[in-house]
Nanobody
Framework: QVQLVESGGGLVQAGGSLRLSCAAS????????MAWFRQVPGKERDIVAR????????YYGDSVKVRFTITRDNAKNTVYLQMNSLKPEDTAVYYC????????????????WGQGTQVTVSS
């Protein structure tokens, strides 16, 4: 198991930027595929971005392509989500997730989750 702690959320105006961080502890971080999901009340948890163990391959949800960038630093046991040109519809709780084996876009692929961090974008 790996323990995940997100940080960096907050309130920002439309057009602004935020960088989320997810610090991992426990079992070897570099063994895990990592992902960011987001969720608004009453809706399912949706993929934002994911990244392979080595960081050589990434994937983005359609609504965040070009604006968001996922990266990881295996030496620091941390995955990041740089969010630019934020829109009010990006408002959600953002979750960091880890998977030892699966590299997919649906949340059942991931069995390690952080507690979430709120991102609010005002218009």
């Amino acid at each position: 198991q790996v323990q995940l702690v997100e940080s960096g959320g907050g309130l920002v105006q439309a057009g602004g930027s935020l960088r989320l961080s997810c610090a991992a502890s426990g079992r070897s971080f570099s063994s895990y595929h990592m992902a960011w999901f987001r969720q608004v009340p009453g809706k399912e948890r949706d993929i934002v971005a994911r990244i392979t163990r080595s960081g050589d391959t990434t994937y983005y949800g359609d609504s965040v392509k070009v604006r968001f960038t996922i990266t990881r630093d295996n030496a620091k046991n941390t995955v990041y989500l740089q969010m630019n040109s934020l829109k009010p519809e990006d408002t959600a709780v953002y979750y960091c997730a880890a998977s030892l084996y699966n590299y997919g876009s649906s949340y059942p692929n991931y069995n390690n989750w952080g507690q979430g961090t709120q991102v609010t974008v005002s218009s």
